[in-house]
């Protein structure tokens, strides 16, 4: 290995509810990932997970491991829990892809993908703010795994299908996993792959 690539870092996180995706800009009220732990100048999320989802998050100050990861080699799998329960018939849409999604004011017909409805549901602990109340009908989760990655792409995937996204959890990038990483951590890793 060259010193060049020595001098690279790179960070796994799993990133809370409530974060923007983001080290640098003032936005107002905002918690961004930097206020998390102390990254290295240079420091870039691959790919981004919106404010109100959590999971998995990869960091790295090297451009190259970044645009790997973005790729479409790279498989990444997500739980959405969402309203109501969902169909066979709503899975076998999601797979087949050719979903109509809004990306950039354009519409976006998304590629086929792996779908399945998770039962038992898995096991997280409550966020910082709670889904919603019971009362409010029944919920349930599905698995997704992408190999693209549009804007808020899983949660205009399920609404369109009829089962808006009520809570997203990243779980995997290619073969990195969350794990049992707590809400927050941040773990330090010689290398992605």
Known sequence: MSEFQLSHRHFILHKPFGYLSQFIGNPKNKKLLG?????????????RLDQDSEGLLLLTTDGKTSEHVRGRKVEKEYYAQVDGLITPEAIAQLQAGGIEIAHEKQP???????????????????????????????????????????????????????????????????????????????????SFF
């Open 35 to 47: 206020h998390l732990y102390e990254f290295p100048g240079g420091t870039m999320a691959i790919g």
């Open 108 to 190: 976006y017909f998304t590629l086929p993908c792996q779908a399945r409805h998770l039962n038992p549901a898995p096991e997280f602990p409550e966020r910082s703010r709670r889904v919603r109340d019971d009362r409010h009908g029944p919920t349930s989760w599905v698995s997704i795994i992408l190999t693209e990655g549009k804007n808020r792409q899983v949660r205009k995937m399920t609404a369109a299908v009829g089962f808006p996204t009520l809570r997203l959890i990243r779980i995997r990038i290619g073969e990195i996993t969350l794990g049992t990483m707590a809400s927050g951590e941040v773990l330090e890793v010689p």
